[in-house]
């Protein structure tokens, strides 16, 4: 199943422990093509293109 076209994620760095992992064995299944970065203080906006195989 092929849901996304686009992945955007807005990351402000936190330490909380370990991570837990949100999309499982998914990412096995797709590449992830970098569009845009945009790093100000303190956050980051990463956007990537979904290419699926």
Known sequence: ?????ELRID??????????RRFGDTAA?????QVEV???QGF????YRVHYR
């Open 29 to 33: 299944d797709a590449e992830l093509e």
């Open 44 to 47: 980051t906006h990463l956007r």
């Open 38 to 40: 945009v790093a100000g």
């Open 1 to 5: 199943m092929r849901l996304l076209d």
């Open 11 to 20: 990351l402000v760095p936190a330490l909380l422990g370990e991570g837990v």
